[in-house]
């Protein structure tokens, strides 16, 4: 079951490492500024933490912003999906 919430971007680790176009990045600010976030970000919820995989340009553009939060789409799992999304 999926829920959408808004989480603290301190709380969101990002593993793996990512790289960014900056003009969509600025573009995103632009948008999010404006009209807000239009498309939550998935995360996996692992024992409490979570893990964000991919929406590399939207979480850039709110830590940008200065935002405190982020709204999330969020899938709790089992350590062993986390493994897999490591792997």
């Known amino acids: ?7 603290p971007l301190d709380r969101i680790r990002r593993p793996l490492p990512r790289q960014t176009d900056p003009q969509k990045v600025q573009a995103l600010m632009e948008s999010i500024a404006q009209e807000g976030l239009r498309e939550p970000i ?3 919820e692992v024992d409490g933490e979570y893990y964000g995989f991919s929406g590399c340009h939207r979480f850039e553009a709110h830590q940008r912003l200065k935002k405190g939060t982020i709204p999330c789409r969020v899938r709790r799992a089992p350590k062993s999906v986390l493994q897999r999304h490591l792997a």
Not at 1 to 7: A, H
Request: charged residues 30%; hydrophobic residues 70%; glycine residues 0%.
């Open 42 to 44: 998935d995360v996996l």
């Open 1 to 7: 079951m999926l829920i959408v919430k808004d989480i």
